[in-house]
């Protein structure tokens, strides 16, 4: 998809297959995920994909004459790349050796709630409406009720440190959708991305060798559905989905496209079930269910109208938050 605007609407059908891309792939990609560690070390096979799909990006947007970014861009992306690479979904591939995909994406669906009060209590941070607050505490007990305190509807308790793990990568990815909102960023919204995954899947490798991954890396015992569910990654979930993503920010409202921080989990959850055999109880449901509904009633139209009356920041740098 082209990175450029255009004045007439957009074809129905592409805005459609745009939405079908973000839902689906990105809510793939945490079985994909899961898939892959399989047989690969988690930080290396995270850093390697980010990092060859982030340059097959820069080179083709530099072969359309894409200007070159420059150091306070690198630099932001430095930081962005890692808060949400790195940090965000580095932690769920870590996690996932112990966490179930479909429970991963679960608390990774908290991550708007995150920003919402995250950016609260930063300084001279936007008080959240009244909506976005009743959002907050109801998704945050759904968190609770799936992680097992003070209570729990869980069939079987969810591996503590996996859980911690997980709750810090929401917490990095929050931080670092925040600090990307108020950075400067290049003309190019792709090249952004391309940036970004160039310099977080480089953090991602450094905390591979500094772990001693490259080490434990067995090529005998890499099976094809490992590699088969890397290469998904890379081409589906890095390159596809986030072209797909950036070209609806553009092409519909950002209410809209929103709506795949709920759709995601419920992908998800559905085929760690489906093709994993991943745990579906009721019990499990019914925390999803909280979770979600916390989720859209922070992200309907009206909360995100409301938050844009309250600040004089009207262009938002909204970065995905799903397993990409």
């Known amino acids: 998809m082209d990175d450029t605007s255009n004045e007439s609407p957009p074809p129905r059908g592409l805005v459609i297959a745009a939405f ?3 839902y689906v792939i990105w809510g793939s990609t945490y079985l994909g995920i899961r898939i892959a560690i ?9 850093g390697s994909r980010f990092l060859i799909a982030g340059a097959i990006l820069y080179t083709c947007l530099r072969l359309k004459r894409v200007p070159a970014p420059g150091r306070t861009h690198w630099l932001n992306a430095a930081v962005v790349g890692g808060l949400l690479l790195a940090g965000g979904n580095g932690g769920v591939t870590w996690a996932e050796q112990a966490v179930p995909s479909s429970l991963a994406a679960l608390m990774i669906a908290m991550v708007p709630l995150w920003i919402a009060l ?7 941070g936007l008080r959240p409406v009244r909506q976005s607050v009743i959002g907050i505490l109801i998704g945050f007990s759904g968190m609770l009720m799936l992680v097992g305190f003070p209570f729990s509807l869980s069939d079987r308790a969810i591996d503590p440190v996996g859980a911690l793990v997980l709750m810090g990568a929401c917490l990095s990815w929050s931080l670092g959708s925040l600090y990307a909102r108020y950075t400067p960023k290049p003309a190019s919204a792709l090249m952004g991305i391309a940036q970004q995954m160039i310099m977080g899947g480089g953090l991602l490798i450094l905390a591979a060798w500094i772990s001693g991954e490259p080490s434990r890396l067995d090529w005998a015992r890499l099976s094809s559905r490992s590699l088969l569910a890397y290469l998904y990654l890379i081409g589906f979930g890095s390159l596809i989905g986030f072209t797909a993503y ?3 920010l553009k092409a519909s409202t950002p209410a809209r496209v929103s709506t795949y921080a709920y759709v995601n989990p419920v ?9 994993a055999g991943e745990e579906l109880s009721w019990n499990t449901l019914r925390a999803a269910a909280v979770i979600l509904l916390g989720v859209i009633i922070i992200t309907t139209p009206k909360a995100i109208a409301a938050r844009s009356l309250m600040t004089s920041k009207s262009v938002q ?3 995905p938050e799903g397993g990409g």
Do not use: K, N, Q
């Open 20 to 22: 079908a891309a973000v």
């Open 38 to 46: 399989e047989t690969m070390p988690p930080f290396l096979m995270a």
């Open 118 to 124: 995250l950016d609260w209590v930063r300084p001279g």
């Open 246 to 248: 950036s070209w609806l």
């Open 267 to 275: 992908i998800a959850v559905f085929l760690g079930w489906a093709i």
């Open 317 to 319: 740098a909204r970065v």
